[in-house]
């Protein structure tokens, strides 16, 4: 069982403390939740899906101790689940250190809609928008709120990271999401969402990383490229031919900046964008 001992005594080391990450259940909320609890923190998992986080839990205790690894179903759009999670997490003795706002709404780009491609700017439905919105962005301003507010009034402050993107840098480029056999048209795209959130979320972890700075509350955003995930051969030839390392991330190659950006080893880092995309954005 992984104590998380091989860290002690060094600046990575998150004994002691408490983070809470949001859309936890998911592909790269699990490695957050992996890399922080290898570093000794105690880490609560939240997502919308139950289901999921059972299963994330189960995994995660096997492999830690079970008692750093909790769970409450939260969704990051209402503020009311958001306080009642804060509540449990305080009933409980715990003080959340540390906030990773991960969860999100990625619809994958596929390019069987029918007919109309909704993907596309030119038909992206409003709901969906308002809907990913919600979740990528607000989701984020909410927690903050909540958990921030926290970490800055008791004079402990804290840690808040934002996982944004590399395409918080720039804009996706479309081309690699064609499908042949469709006409420009019906091509699917990834949705203007996506850059509005990521782009969003790199003002907002500047604009807190200033405002509680006085409380001890520093704010960083992490920007991933694409981690291969079983993508179909041609998708992943395209986008690694943007990267000049030549490929599509490993899940777990973000654990390191987890770990640094979440404890005392940046601690003179505030408000800065970690871009950890192979080169893609030197090019
Ligand atoms: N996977 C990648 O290649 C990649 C690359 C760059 C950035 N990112 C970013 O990393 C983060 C995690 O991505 P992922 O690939 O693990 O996505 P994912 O879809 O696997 O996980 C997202 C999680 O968010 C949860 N969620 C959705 N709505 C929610 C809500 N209202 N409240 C709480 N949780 C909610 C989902 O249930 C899901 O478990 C996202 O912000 C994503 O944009 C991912």
Request: proline fraction near 4%.
């Amino acid at each position: 069982m992984h104590e998380g001992k091989t860290i002690k005594n060094s600046p990575f080391e998150l004994t002691g403390k408490t983070a809470l990450i949001t859309g936890a259940a998911g592909l790269l909320g699990l490695e957050h939740a992996k890399a922080l609890l290898s570093v000794g923190a105690t880490v609560i998992l939240t997502d919308v899906s139950g289901v999921a986080l059972e299963s994330a839990c189960a995994l995660l205790g096997d492999e830690f101790q079970p008692e750093r690894v909790l769970s409450f179903v939260m969704d990051v759009t209402r503020p009311e689940s958001i306080e009642a999670v804060a509540k449990q997490t305080s009933l409980r003795g715990l003080r959340v250190d540390v906030l990773v706002n991960n969860a999100a709404i990625d619809p994958k780009v596929s390019g069987d809609q029918g007919v109309l491609e909704t993907s596309r700017l030119e038909n992206f439905p409003l709901q969906q928008w308002d809907l990913q919105i919600a979740v990528g962005l607000t989701g984020a301003f909410l927690c903050s709120q909540v958990f921030g507010t926290a970490m800055a009034r008791d004079g402990k402050g804290g840690v808040i990271l934002n996982i944004a993107s590399d395409l918080s840098v720039f804009s996706p480029d479309q081309r690699i999401y064609r499908k042949p056999g469709l006409s420009d048209d019906m091509q699917p795209v990834k949705p203007v969402t996506y850059s509005v959130i990521k782009a969003g979320l790199v003002g907002m972890t500047k604009y807190l990383a200033t405002y509680w700075a006085d409380k001890g509350v520093r704010a960083n955003a992490l920007s991933p490229g694409g981690v291969f995930n079983g993508q179909g051969d041609e998708f992943v030839r395209r986008l690694s031919n943007l990267i000049p390392l030549g490929r599509m991330a490993r899940r777990d190659e973000y654990h390191a900046a987890l770990q640094f950006l979440c404890s005392d080893a940046s601690s003179y880092m505030n408000g800065q964008n970690v871009v950890m995309d192979g080169g893609r954005s030197a090019w």
